[in-house]
């Protein structure tokens, strides 16, 4: 017979899962103190990567390159993310309840988000985020 906490324990790993068959795309990395964080992006579309890849800029002179790419990662992140798991609100609450959520969230974060979602696919888990990921 299973106890109450089993069962809980249970369904709270039942409600974090994501059916096989959803299109969806999730990037995780756990801090530094053990913080899971969570990006879920919607289904991506080719209307999202030809947004994505029409943002990239390149500029180039006699004696220099400069290449932008993450304009571009932060118009696919702020087109495409569903929701954001593992940040705090001060107060309590859910990030994603909040106006404006997606600008909360550090830009380090939306741009690195992005590059795993291109990389890596659904689900991916990152050996060793960066350093600036930590915390």
Known sequence: METAAATAASQNEQDATIPLGDARRVVCWRTGGGIIRRHIFQRLTAEHWNGYFSRMTFETDATSRTIDLNSAALWLYASAVADAE??????????????????????????????????????????????????
């Open 86 to 135: 593992g940040y705090r609100v001060a107060g309590g609450g859910e990030l994603c309840d909040l106006p404006n959520w997606r600008d909360r969230i550090p830009m380090a974060h939306r741009i690195q988000a992005v590059r795993w979602t291109r990389r890596r696919g659904a689900g991916a888990w990152p050996r060793r985020p960066p350093e600036i990921l930590r915390g």
